[in-house]
Nanobody, 129 residues
Framework: QVRLVESGGGSVQAGGSLRLSCVVSGNTYGRFDCLGWFRQAPGKKREGLATVDTDLSFEPRYADSVKGRFTVPKDSAGNLWWLQLKDLKPEDTAVYYC????????????????????WGQGTEVTVSS
């Protein structure tokens, strides 16, 4: 069983930055080939933000909505993963989740939260104008 715990959320003003962390533990062998970052705002469906192969064989993929503002830093690896959020906007307000998939990241994974079978509890990000 793979366990994920996110932290680092908080309240910031528009234009601010946050760095979210995802700590992964448990039996990850064969169960953690792709890490995904998602978010869900009230009343909206879960949105994929970024995916990264945990063996770092490919560059992370990003949703168009966050490309250039959100990044998976290069010090992400192993059991500690990060999502750097910059130039935050009020529409970025949501609960942010990390998730693990036993499959290698495919391009459609950003739109397919069902490909991820282990999820953290989420960390809340609130951006005020």
């Amino acid at each position: 069983q793979v366990r994920l715990v996110e932290s680092g959320g908080g309240s910031v003003q528009a234009g601010g930055s946050l760095r979210l962390s995802c700590v992964v533990s448990g039996n990850t062998y064969g169960r953690f080939d792709c890490l995904g970052w998602f978010r869900q705002a009230p009343g909206k469906k879960r949105e994929g933000l970024a995916t990264v192969d945990t063996d770092l064989s490919f560059e992370p993929r990003y949703a168009d909505s966050v490309k250039g503002r959100f990044t998976v830093p290069k010090d992400s690896a192993g059991n500690l993963w990060w999502l750097q959020l910059k130039d935050l906007k009020p529409e970025d307000t949501a609960v942010y989740y990390c998730a693990a998939s036993p499959k290698s990241c495919y391009s459609w994974f950003l739109d397919s939260p069902d490909e991820f079978d282990a999820w953290g509890q989420g960390t809340e990000v609130t951006v005020s104008s």
